[in-house]
């Protein structure tokens, strides 16, 4: 539930809840006009925690600190979280071995970043009568890779779409053991 969206005080329409206190102690279920003078008798808010609860679980708190608290480890969960972007590398099943090269040059500087590629091949006419050939050049393209040195996982292996043939690799992960 988003900050913006808890009750506090008058907002809490219940007409019994389930209090507990600013030090944590369980009150017990008390009529919604007794928990808020409670409440102000000690200076702070009643907030409503879980508002699906039969009956409503609601804690007498400073609501202004409790809501910079949440923002505070909201902001936190984002400044360690990853974006994985997938980048997509198109070619045909008679592609020339040094266009080949480069292309695997492309997806080992993508997995490189850190992003997930799908490479995927390309079928037009007659070419969709020999998909086997498509599969050809997946595997030269994944030997290219390992030639290279480049540390990837096949998180789908090759799979015909319409007239695409395509597949999806991301860099693998390195432990830190030290």
Known sequence: MAIKDLRINKQIR??????????????GVMGVYDA????DAEGLDLVEVSPNAKPPVCKILDFGKYRYEQEKRIREAKKNQTIIKVKEIRMQPKIER???VTKSKFIAEFLGEGNKVKIGIRFRGR??????????VLDKILQELTD???????????????????????????SKRN
């Open 14 to 27: 219940a007409k019994e809840v389930f209090v507990i206190d600013a030090s944590g102690e369980q009150k």
């Open 36 to 39: 808020i003078n409670l409440a």
């Open 98 to 100: 040094n266009d080949l």
């Open 127 to 136: 070419e969709l009568a020999h998909t086997e050939l498509g599969k050809v």
């Open 148 to 174: 290279n040195g480049v540390q990837f996982v096949i998180d789908r292996r090759p799979l015909m779409e319409g007239k695409m043939m395509s597949m999806m690799i991301s860099p693998k992960k390195v």
